[in-house]
């Protein structure tokens, strides 16, 4: 067994025991692979392990992985900031964007997705505890987004991203609480699903709180490597 193999091993089967301490599904939490400064053979191998769905955060090393892999099956998220002039290519090559927190971040997403693809699947990025180093919307803007953005062509808006502060593990009960509260002033009530929040060193406690998909990086590919 191969690095690789064990870790992505001992990651679902992390998932899989906070799921059934937090008496959830455990077939209920999505695993987003955090590929970022990793090499395109290291996801072709986790890819080969069953690993589908993959998080970049830099726009033009992803779209150099995406030409590489375009062979493999598979579903580009887009996780870091996102700014108003990259959003072309996020909305014709990838499946999820999940930093959005501007109404008009989303317009451009909407207006540039290509009406020969499926539609695009968003989060809202909610600066859930106030951070000033953070992006993300506030909290109080949030209702008037997911009504204005869920009713956007082209689009679905899936549901929230948060990041918070390390050990504040009150936010993923304060993020839990948003996503039920608005839920109701979605167009489309029905594609709110996606709770996004929970990394490597805290997915337990996000997954007890309800995330339904998990952002895990080093815990899989190892510790990143900047000197590119």
Known sequence: MNQFQSA???V???????CVNAHRNSNAVKLLAVSKTHPSAAL???YALGQVAFGEN???EALAKIEELQDLKIEW???GHVQRNKT???AEKFAWVHGVDRLII???LSAQRLATQPALNICLQVNIDGQDSKDGCPVNEVADLVQRISQLPQIRLRGLMVIPAPNHLQAF???KQLFEQVKALHAHPEDWDTLSMGMSSDLDAAIAAGSTMVRVGTALFGARDYSH
């Open 8 to 10: 992505y091993q001992l």
């Open 12 to 18: 679902c089967q992390q998932i899989q025991h906070a």
């Open 44 to 46: 072709r191998e986790m």
């Open 58 to 60: 830099y726009l033009q």
């Open 77 to 79: 998220h887009f996780i």
């Open 88 to 90: 072309k290519h996020l």
């Open 106 to 108: 989303a317009e451009r």
């Open 173 to 175: 009960t304060d993020a």
